[in-house]
């Protein structure tokens, strides 16, 4: 168990819905608020995806991606900021031809899906390495496409958060450090508790963090009922923590959490209560190697 321990917030996500929780944030103005909220409360880092403000349905536009991260720069430039670069890698297949692309696919080239991290750079840029069935259709990142996102987000001066949701994963993620695509000791997630990805357990944690290269930082993300049980396993294990309305929408059984920043306080409350305490924006710079 390690004495500082990084709180990233995940403030809105790409899948939850305002039918979930009616208080997700939605606009650019509700997701910088939330962020600034949620660093009052303890977090380190936001990770952010955008939405389209009438529709509330995921967004890849650059404008609002600005827009947010602008109004968080302007009133607290040290927080983290990490963006996501997750969509655009969705994948239904038609039932009449599976080889073409059904309502629903959101599958882009990679210089559309790191857009944003080139024109805005972030601290932190997010690099899935999953291909994976996701409820009724897949996600798809080929090492190929992997590798040119890689180069993007280098190229804009950003870390990469490589996200695993399997070991093979961490398999694809030694190669990509092998031959030079990563730069070593990476900073990974691993996402605990989407279906057919790892699972939520105190096992499945230590076994991912035992396929980890040497030096390797990790935050083990709880999805749904999963989320603050991986805060404590996370944290015991000797990674850092992360909570948001992006993984689960309730702060316990049956009752809806007040807000990201309220997420935020409980995890926190975890964190100390286990004898660790949470690193601000200044010394998580330093633990991840931002400059």
Request: proline share 8%.
């Amino acid at each position: 168990m390690r004495d500082e321990v990084i709180l990233t917030c995940a403030v809105t996500g790409n899948l939850t819905t305002r039918e979930q929780h009616p208080g997700l944030p939605v606009t650019p103005l509700e997701i910088a608020e939330a962020s600034l909220a949620a660093a009052e409360e303890g977090a380190a880092i936001v990770h952010l995806h955008v939405r389209d403000p009438e529709t509330g349905r995921p967004s890849m536009e650059l404008a609002y991606y600005r827009e947010v991260v602008e109004r968080i720069r302007a009133r607290n430039p040290s927080l983290i900021i990490n963006l996501t670069t997750g969509p655009g890698g969705r994948f239904v297949p038609s039932e009449e031809e599976p080889r073409l692309a059904a309502p629903g696919t959101t599958l882009t080239t990679p210089a559309i899906r790191t857009a944003h991290i080139t024109e805005l750079r972030p601290d932190i840029a997010t690099l899935d390495l999953n291909t994976m069935n996701s409820g009724g259709e897949v996600v798809i990142n080929t090492p190929r496409n992997v590798r040119r996102m890689a180069a993007a987000i280098r190229a804009a001066g950003a870390v990469p958060e490589i996200e695993l949701f399997d070991s093979g994963d961490i398999a694809l993620m030694r190669d990509l450090l092998a031959d030079g695509t990563l730069a070593a000791p990476p900073l990974c997630s691993f996402v605990m508790g989407v279906r057919y990805g790892f699972q939520p357990s105190p096992e499945t944690v230590l076994y991912a963090r035992n396929l980890l290269p040497e030096a390797a930082e990790f935050t083990a993300i709880g999805i749904g009922r999963a989320a603050f049980p991986m805060v404590a396993q996370s944290v015991l294990a000797g990674g850092h923590a992360r909570v948001g309305l992006e993984d689960a929408v309730m702060i316990e059984r049956g009752v809806l959490a007040p807000s990201n920043a309220a997420m935020v306080a409980k995890a926190r409350r975890i964190v100390e209560s286990l004898g660790s305490r949470l690193a601000g924006p200044a010394r998580a710079r330093a633990i991840i190697g931002l400059s």
